[in-house]
């Protein structure tokens, strides 16, 4: 796994340097993916979960390059002060404002996002489901639906509206958008009038809050997709509702972190992983 050093062939080199920041972060899955694909496909890592307040996260960052850090996987509530901390960013971290995969480059921070293209990923190559023509209902319009609307509108999909408790958030993120004619919003109280939609979307952070979303069976178009981007009990409540409601197609956001970390994988190592055998051990309950 190792190249010995020539000069102190004794000395094996020091495995490469990456974390996960967040906060909190102690139950992020991160480390055990990271370390999965690291192991399946040889590669000596060190990677390791740090918890940064949004306070003091630029000087843990900066301590982390100074100690060697190469990457750096980002969650909440970390992903938009990420961006700012940034050099360069890619187009997908540019257009988000939000940044989930630091890489080291020439001294400094190079800000990528991979959430979009995981959700994407997750739904075409895992699940094999269509997105092009569906009729997109997204619900919230904070920083996770944010980084994955644009991705949205690029696999294909024909419109996406946006339905936020505050109605300005939903209003502010479509107007990021600029695309009039395929992204709207509505107001919650109105959802019974909006029709039905092939695909509807949970981006809200009620149920980490205990709380639970209002919807009327109405949405729900034939052979329909239901997609929570949170997993684990905080996806629990609207997937029930989804089965309970006749949605086809339910998913929880599981495989949706493990190909966005896949993509992460990616850019700081060159290889894309198989991301199957990982998924599996996390719905057995690993990890
Ligand atoms: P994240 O980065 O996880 O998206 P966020 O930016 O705080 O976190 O956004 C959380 C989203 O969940 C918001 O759209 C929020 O609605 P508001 O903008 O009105 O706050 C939504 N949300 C949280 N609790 C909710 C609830 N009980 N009902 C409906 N939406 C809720």
């Not at 000395?11 to 993916?33: D, M, N, Q, T």
């Amino acid at each position: 796994m190792f190249e010995p050093d020539p000069i102190r062939p004794d000395v094996l080199p020091e495995p490469a340097r990456y974390a996960v920041f967040g906060h909190p972060v102690a139950h992020s899955k991160s480390p055990f993916i990271h370390r999965r694909f690291a192991a399946d496909n040889h590669k000596a890592i060190d990677y390791r979960a740090i918890d940064a307040a949004p306070e003091d996260f630029g000087v843990a960052l900066a301590r982390f390059a100074a100690d060697g850090g190469r990457g750096a996987s980002v969650t909440l509530p970390l992903k938009g002060i990420a961006a700012g901390l940034c050099r360069t960013l890619g187009e997908a971290a540019r257009r988000t404002g939000a940044v989930n995969t630091l890489t080291r480059r020439d001294d400094a921070w190079h800000g990528d996002n991979t959430d979009g293209a995981g959700l994407v990923a997750d739904i075409a190559e895992r699940w094999r489901l269509d997105l092009r023509g569906r009729r997109v209902l997204v619900l919230g319009a904070g920083g996770a639906v944010a980084g994955v609307l644009f991705d949205l509108l690029e696999a294909g999909v024909d419109h996406v509206t946006i339905v936020n408790r505050t109605p300005e958030r939903a209003d502010a993120l479509a107007d990021r958008v600029a695309e009039p004619a395929r992204v709207s919003t509505a107001y919650w109280q109105d959802l019974g009038t909006l029709g039905a939609f092939d695909f509807v979307l949970n981006g809200t952070s009620a149920a980490r809050h205990g709380q639970r979303l209002e919807l009327p069976v109405s949405i729900v178009a034939p052979r329909a997709l239901a997609y929570d981007m949170n997993y684990g009990e905080a996806a629990i409540d609207f997937l029930a509702w989804a089965r309970a409601t006749g949605f086809e197609h339910v998913h929880d956001g599981l495989g949706m972190l493990v190909e966005q970390a896949a993509i992460a994988f990616r850019i700081w190592h060159g290889v894309r992983p198989d991301t199957e055998p990982v998924y599996r051990e996390l719905v057995a309950g690993g990890g």
